[in-house]
């Protein structure tokens, strides 16, 4: 196809893009009243575009999955937020929309994310800490109350409980008149970056992907509009990986999921146009913008090289981004706001989907209002008075950004061929592959700040003297108690033998080998706890041991 017929094809499809996209419909101009195209590429007769760069929604998608990308409509904004008790995060989220933001992200306190009810030992000292705490339907009632799930899409990040958590969050729709197939969102479900990176896991690898591969089946069926994993290089980033690395163990693991389901008997063009990616965005800002771009071409072509996939859908990596909290300092923290968007900046540059930007005080608290809305309102400027927006892939033709996308996807595919080798994402991870090289890259980061050949402003160079800081959020420890008490009360006014009736379903599921949704879906329906049903699985899968890379 010539150029001149890609030009055109592409126009089109950009053309009826748009039709449904009306939300952006405007003259897109400079300050000085110069005309911004919609695309720069070759055939629109600009000098110094020597090769074909192709067009956004083309294969293999490096310019954007979209033709109309941010000119149809601004990516999701969507901030992350969760503390306390239900009631309080509830709070926090009408608070958010009502400052437009246009998603919901959901944070879970560490119990809820390890599978742990309030009351158990385990959970002493960190209720409500780092997130809400769940630990039934009518805590996930109370989080949603008053909020349309028919008209919100919702972000939850959530890994070894997902399925018990997007259980939860389809009762509570259905309670609200809202059909499984009518929500949408992401789960992040991704499991192996747990073992890889963060660390909460339960269940052994096996059994963990026979629990993901369930849900791809029953969404599938069932919730056809919810992104079932969100495959997530974010806290591979946070652990200390390089860029490369987040981009080449993020797709190694995109890969497991893929051969995983495929295995379980799905074909490939079924499931795989519902798996979303989650990328952190650091502070070098042109080699992010690369990354992202190489992750996408990488992304299709292993799909449709590797999987046979057809469907240009299954081809497309969409992504999250956050950006980066381990750059964030306590120390002078109202840079904090500069770094979140130079990082922001990068992610709309490299033609991010969604957005959450994390607020300046996160190295010290967790945020307030206030350093909330300011994060909010950087994606808001970035979007409505920057003009990166206005044309998509603006970077495209730069020498240096199309060498570091591809040397990014070279290095990166280098890493996945040695993890082929080494038998996959999973065994790879068993033998610590991936956790060396990234306590390796993370050794040599801080070695280099040590040694002050690296600059962190305010912390190593910069520096002035500061009083304590004031005027922090802080989860009260009233919060532990009050959950407590709820838990107690729903458990006394719940029918005791259809809870234990639908645990032992649950059980027999588990030992066999029939898809677990709908059994997890009746369990919470009947106010089974999350941590009971947590322990139904760990009864019978056992409980994962940690890898020690020496």
Known sequence: MSIQESKKKWQERAEKGLAKSPERKKEFSTTSNIEVERCFAPGFDYPGYEEQLGFPGDYPFTRGVQPTMYRGRFWTMRQYAGFGTAKESNERYKYLLSAGQTGLSVAFDLPTQMGYDSDASMSLGEVGKVGVAIDSLADMEILFDGIPLDKVSTSMTINSTAAILLAMYIAVAEKQGVSADKISGTIQNDILKEYMARGTYIYPPKESMRIITDI???????????????????????AGSSAVQEVAFTLADGIAYVDAAIKAGLDVDEFAPRLAFFFNAHNNLLEEVAKFRAARRMWARIMKERFNAKSPK??????????????LTAQQPDNNIMRVTIQALAAVLGGTQSLHTNSRDEALALPTEDSVRIALRTQQVIACESGVADSIDPLAGSFLVESLTDQIEKAAMEYIEKIDKLGGAVEAISRGFQQKEIQDSAYAYQRGIETDDLIIVG???????????????KVKEEVEISQKKSLA??????????????LKDLETAAKGSANL???????????????????????VFGTHKETVVL
């Open 489 to 502: 009360g729903m458990k006394a006014q719940r029918d005791q033998a259809k809870v234990q009736d639908a």
């Open 459 to 473: 912390v190593n160079k910069f520096t002035v003297a500061e009083p304590p800081p004031t005027g922090l959020l």
């Open 314 to 327: 299954s081809q497309m990596l969409r992504f999250h981004t956050q950006t980066a909290g381990c750059t």
């Open 216 to 238: 791809f089946a029953y969404c599938k069926d069932h919730v056809p509009k919810w992104n079932t994993i969100s495959i997530s290089g974010y806290h591979i980033r946070e």
């Open 517 to 539: 949704m709908p059994h997890i879906l009746t369990a919470v329906k009947a106010y089974a706890t999350l941590g009971e049903i947590a322990n139904v699985f760990r009864d």
